[in-house]
């Protein structure tokens, strides 16, 4: 884990911290940027589909990506809204390492980072989105022809967890409150869609309030699995 994000994630949550460390090249990885290069990636993903029963390819993808941003996206997130502090994720200089079966299990990055005051949440989380998150998105979208719009929803996801836990742990934080108000805002500052808006919508039923998300993962493709429990979609037989 990085030293200066083990006051965040201590207890249940180091297993959320430990799969950030800082590059010794004590261990051999490869490259995000070469691992989401078409052959590999697609060898990868092939892998991972033999978890399952009936892979559909595009659900393996969706499956995988979750894994993904889950890895890279809590850890991440989490440390710039509690401690406003940036991590360099660049794609061409972060290192990943997988285990058996192809999934996500540590990123290497080349330092440590820094504290940072952005200015707005989209300033904020760009190190994550623009720099990391919007390329793998583009590779895994063209190699399973799973639609951008879904593995965008399924890092919005992510992203709305952290600031959902990051609201109970720390309620009073402008930060969180900024991040919070960027999931409800439609377009970017150059006018451009934002792909993290409303990723999840809450309501309420019977008195409880109710998670549920905007876009389908397509996880129920595959008929080893079933709906998510914050499945949009209505509990029926579509397969």
């Not at 083990?6 to 990885?29: E, Q, Y």
């Not at 993808?61 to 809204?81: C, D, G, H």
């Amino acid at each position: 884990m990085i030293a200066e994000l083990a006051g965040l994630f201590r207890g249940d949550l180091a297993p959320m911290g430990a799969a950030l460390v800082v590059n010794d090249h004590a261990c051999g990885f490869e490259l995000v940027a070469d691992l989401t290069q078409h052959d590999r990636l697609s060898a990868i993903l092939q892998r991972f589909s033999t978890i399952y029963q009936r892979p559909e390819p595009r659900a393996v993808a969706s499956q995988w990506s979750k894994i993904y941003f889950s890895k890279l996206i809590v850890p991440t997130v989490a440390a710039s809204l509690i401690l406003n502090w940036r991590l360099p994720l660049d794609v061409y200089e972060t290192g990943i390492v997988l285990d058996e079966l192809g999934r996500p299990e540590t990123f290497y990055l080349t330092g440590s980072g820094s504290a940072t005051t952005p200015q707005t949440a989209e300033e904020r989380l760009s190190f994550v989105t623009h720099t990391h998150i919007a390329s793998v998105i583009n590779a895994i979208s063209h190699v399973s022809g799973l639609s951008h719009k879904v593995l965008w929803s399924n890092a919005g996801n992510v992203v709305e967890n952290v600031i959902a836990y990051c609201e109970r742990f720390a309620p009073t934080l402008s930060s969180v409150e900024q991040a919070r108000v960027y999931l409800s805002t439609r377009r970017l500052a150059n006018g451009e869609a934002n792909p993290l808006f409303e990723p999840v919508r809450y309501f309420r039923s019977n008195g409880a309030r109710i998670r549920k998300r905007r876009v389908c993962c397509i996880r129920y493709l595959m008929p080893c699995l079933e709906y998510c429990k914050t499945c949009p979609i209505l509990k029926r037989d579509v397969r």
